[in-house]
């Protein structure tokens, strides 16, 4: 008989929680049409609310509700001044929006990634150079990276450390919610993400000069509405640059999400646990590593076997059982969150044929590409068997996939 005896059942994080509360708060905005628009003055609409109340539950200082997670990347690159001269460090393994630093001019550099399936802290040290400004770890699939151990070598060099948290919304390290302890950090409403707006983003950060130039990047126009967002740094001039506004809908729909992020994360929470309660002493992989155990909300689990050929082996047998859990990385589809998927990167095309950023004349860096130049990301991520959890699951399963992992790496 097969280890997979229940259905796996389908479904997501935020977009399996939506009730009536989500439906209610869009239809009293649709019946007044004057509150459909940001910016009303003295009037606080769900942009702002949204804004307070997710400041809140993180602890940061500041936030602003933008368009998406890349916006708010965008804009926390701007509230610390990189521009066109700098190199961004960002990890190999991460969604393609993450290279954004192209769109304020800066340079992306690639780097190893390690068996957290997170930036490589020494991979890190190794891709510093004079102009590197910023480094973007990432907490894939909401698993807590080194990031300790990346802020380290981040403030022995003078570099900013942005937080990529949008798929990390819940996520806490060492006792805080990720983003805390670094100079900016964003989070994505995305349609997948633990909570959901369809699309949106948060740019967070702790410094009101900093937060003062984001909230400028996000608007052309943000000095001229009737906002307090234009007054937080007397020292910062305005300047005019995206177009990233959130809008009032997928707010009304964001702020109900957040009353909800906690649960939702304590369900996936217990689930992973119950999982990796029940698995014995593996033989022919290991786990992923996951730097805060009690920070990660559960959202996946990986095994990552020992060889090509096992890792092979462990998903014919899982499949056997019952259990789809493939590869990361297998050729079957071009996933965009494997660097060597980012074609329009690594051949350094631009907007116009000029090859801006790295034609730019204030880049006086050498950076290059190719698809083979993180080997051992390649060779972890064809290696790594993942799992992505949702909400509608149950213990049950949890056991009958520890079930089917033991049975499968037992025979082998």
Not at 122 to 142: C, D, G, L, N
Not at 274 to 289: D, E, I, V
């Amino acid at each position: 008989m097969k280890a997979i005896k229940t259905e796996l059942p389908a479904g997501g994080m935020g977009v399996s929680a939506f009730d009536q509360r989500e439906i209610d708060a869009v239809t009293a905005l649709l019946k007044d049409p004057a509150a459909l628009f940001r910016h009303r003055g003295e009037i606080k609409g769900n942009c702002d609310l949204f804004e307070t109340e997710v400041a809140r539950y993180t602890g940061a200082k500041h936030a602003l509700f933008v368009a998406s997670g890349t916006q708010a990347l965008v804009c926390a690159l701007s509230a610390l001044e990189i521009g066109p001269g700098d190199e961004v460090v960002v990890p190999a393994y991460t969604y393609i929006a993450t290279a954004a630093v192209m769109d304020v001019g800066a340079v992306p550099v690639i780097a190893e990634i390690d068996e957290s399936l997170g930036l490589s802290p020494e991979a890190f040290r190794k891709s510093i150079t004079p102009y590197t400004k910023a480094v973007i770890p990432v907490h894939m699939q909401s698993v807590p990276c080194k990031l300790g151990e990346i802020q380290k070598i981040a403030k022995e060099n003078n570099i900013f450390v942005i937080e990529d948290c949008c798929q990390a919304l819940g996520v806490k390290y060492k006792g805080l919610h990720c983003g805390m302890r670094s100079d900016a950090w964003v989070w994505s409403l995305n349609f997948y993400k633990n909570i959901t707006c369809g699309e949106g983003g948060v740019f967070f950060s702790n410094d009101s000069a900093s937060f003062q130039r984001g909230v400028f990047q996000s608007d052309p126009a943000m000095n001229m509405w009737d906002t307090g967002l234009k007054n937080l740094a007397e020292d910062v001039n305005p300047f005019s640059r995206g177009g990233y506004r959130g809008n009032e809908l997928n707010a009304a729909v964001a702020r109900v999400q957040l009353t909800k992020l906690e649960g939702i994360v304590s369900k996936t929470r217990g689930l992973k646990k119950h999982l990796l309660g029940r698995l014995n002493k593996p033989a022919n992989y290991t786990l992923q590593y996951v730097d805060d155990p009690e920070g990660d909300v559960g959202l996946s689990f990986a095994i990552i076997a020992n060889t090509d050929e096992l890792a092979g082996k462990l998903s014919e047998g899982l499949l056997a059982e019952g259990l789809a859990m493939g590869s990361v990385y297998n050729g079957a589809f071009p996933d965009r969150h494997v660097y060597s998927n980012w074609t329009s990167v690594l051949n350094k095309v631009g907007p116009t044929k000029a090859g801006y950023p790295w034609r730019d004349p204030a880049y006086k860096g050498s950076v290059e590409y190719s698809r083979d130049m993180c080997p051992n990301a390649l060779s972890l991520l064809r290696r790594a068997l993942r799992l992505t959890f949702n909400i509608n699951m149950s213990e049950v399963n949890m056991e009958e996939i520890a079930e089917a992992i033991n049975k499968v790496d037992g025979k082998l």
